[in-house]
């Protein structure tokens, strides 16, 4: 599993191999509690800041791209690197 953590957001996200995008809160001091993820309803973003969506946009495009080069994603387009 392939973390990123996001300060400006106080959590860390992962995907799974369909690419859904999951978070989860940072602890004080920064740790992380890996048993309790939460997917992003993408949909619920749509009220947010457009700087907030750019940062999970930019983030979950890390991920994939992550998890491609490893070969744990799978899509029928390849993504540029």
């Known amino acids: ?3 990123i953590t996001c ?4 959590c860390a996200y992962s995907i799974d ?8 809160p940072l602890m004080v ?3 992380l509690e890996t048993e309790d993820w939460t997917e992003v309803d993408h949909m619920a973003m749509l009220g947010e800041d457009e700087k907030d969506r750019e940062i999970t ?3 979950l495009e890390q991920l994939i791209l992550a998890n491609q080069a490893l070969g744990w ?3 029928e387009v ?3 690197v």
């Open 57 to 59: 946009n930019r983030v």
């Open 73 to 75: 994603y799978y899509t």
């Open 7 to 10: 300060e400006e957001h106080g």
């Open 17 to 24: 191999a369909e690419g859904t995008l999951f978070y989860s």
């Open 78 to 80: 390849p993504m540029a």
């Open 1 to 3: 599993m392939i973390i």
């Open 29 to 31: 001091g920064g740790g």
